[in-house]
Nanobody, 121 residues
Framework: QVQLVESGGGLVQAGGSLRLSCAAS?????MAWFRQAPGKERQFVAA????????YYTDSVNGRFFISRDNAKNTVYLQMNSLKPEDTAVYYC??????????????????WGQGTQVTER
């Protein structure tokens, strides 16, 4: 079973930046970031194909957040810029462990990390 470990969360000033990392213990295919704010449902943020050639963002972060991956390190990143109060949430990394279409649906992903908190002051 592939394990996912997120890091890089924390407190950030309004308009600031953070980079989240998610290290996988084995090979993954499509990977994604989701987030969940208090009292709200888990929300899709961004996804990336195995090759990195395809990416997918939710409208609210498009142009501010950038997802990337380093397959040699089995790691996916989320660069978050121009952070807003509504970005405050626990951010979860998700991985698909088989070939499939890149999509925002949580059910498309097989493994999840424990989450990392991002709080905008």
């Amino acid at each position: 079973q592939v394990q996912l470990v997120e890091s890089g969360g924390g407190l950030v000033q309004a308009g600031g930046s953070l980079r989240l990392s998610c290290a996988a213990s084995g090979r993954t295919f499509n990977m994604a970031w989701f987030r969940q704010a208090p009292g709200k449902e888990r929300q899709f943020v961004a996804a990336i194909s195995y090759s990195g050639g395809s990416t997918y963002y939710t409208d609210s972060v498009n142009g501010r957040f950038f997802i990337s991956r380093d397959n040699a390190k089995n790691t996916v990143y989320l660069q978050m810029n121009s952070l807003k109060p509504e970005d405050t949430a626990v951010y979860y990394c998700a991985a698909r462990l088989r070939v499939g279409v890149l999509e925002p649906r949580p059910g498309s992903y097989d493994q999840w990390g424990q989450g990392t908190q991002v709080t905008e002051r």
